[in-house]
């Protein structure tokens, strides 16, 4: 039987700022991505994260980011690959001890924003972060998009990685995604649901050029900041149990 996990990127409220609705997402995920400080969050709300993943039996995992929180971890920032390595470890740590708090453990990491899209190109940053990652803990598995720097050094390190693809943004003929404004409105709910169980199913997606390219989907993005997106949640899960697709978290997959 076929088998996806479904991710999304929360805990990215901080003081008195509201982003997104993370419980209403976690009816439906099986893999979050919880933000560190950097980017988003803060130790209150990644706490309170935690034990809603755990109320919820989502898996959790370290979402780390440039440290730019007027930027929300979106703009490129000019770090060797020394102090992004030390931005990975000082964030996945602290996650990881909410975690051990409430007796869980870290499934995976999947980076942020502008530090995930430039590990994906760049061979140097990307070996930064998995090293880290791997003197963390070898077994995490790590988020990476197809044709990635990040999945062919993990690959070559021994590490888990997991092909993501996304729900709600455009993706390119190499299997990357085209960066898209923040809060995009959904407009076709069960059209987007249909996309994703055929990246799974076929392996196959439309792209932002309306050509067909061939991409692996072992966890689907759905950002929890996107407008509507607990609905669009429900519509692929809805899509994915009528297509017999077992929806799963990615430790229980790879």
Same mark, same amino acid.
């Given at each position: ?51 809603? #993943? ?71 940053? #990307?070996?930064?972060?998995? &090293? ?29 990685? #997991?092909?993501? /693809? ?35 199913? &076929? ?7 309306? &050509?067909?390219?061939?991409? /692996? ?8 900041? /996107? ?13 994915? /149990?009528?297509? &017999? ?10």
């Amino acid at each position: 039987m076929l088998a996806v996990d479904l991710n999304c990127d929360m805990g990215e409220s901080y003081g008195l700022y509201q982003m997104g609705n993370d419980e209403e997402m976690m009816k439906y995920i099986t893999s979050a991505n919880i933000a560190c400080g950097y980017h988003g969050g803060d130790p209150h709300i990644m706490r309170k994260t935690v034990e809603l #993943a755990k109320k919820y039996e989502v898996a959790i995992g370290a979402h780390p980011g440039f440290p730019d929180l007027v930027g929300f971890g979106r703009r490129p920032l000019k770090a060797t690959p020394e102090e992004i390595r030390d931005y990975v470890i000082y964030q996945t740590g602290a996650l990881r001890e909410f975690a051990a708090y409430h007796s869980v453990q870290l499934q995976h990491c999947k980076p942020h924003g502008a530090l995930y899209m430039m590990a994906m190109e760049d061979e140097a940053i #990307a070996k930064a972060i998995l &090293e880290g990652l791997y003197k963390i803990n070898p077994e995490l598995i790590v988020f990476a998009l197809n044709n990635s720097a990040v999945l062919e050094v993990g690959r070559k390190m021994g590490m888990r990685v #997991a092909l993501e /693809t996304y729900a709600d943004r455009e993706h390119t003929a190499s299997g990357s995604i085209v960066m898209t404004r923040a809060g995009s409105e959904i407009k076709d709910y069960d059209g987007m649901a249909d996309r994703v169980v055929r990246m799974v199913k &076929e392996g196959k997606v439309l792209t932002h050029l309306n &050509e067909d390219a061939s991409l /692996t989907a072992e966890t689907i993005c759905i950002h929890g900041d /996107t407008p509507g997106a607990s609905v669009l949640a429900q519509k692929i899960r809805e899509a994915l /149990t009528k297509n &017999e697709i077992e929806v799963k978290p990615i430790s229980e997959i790879l």
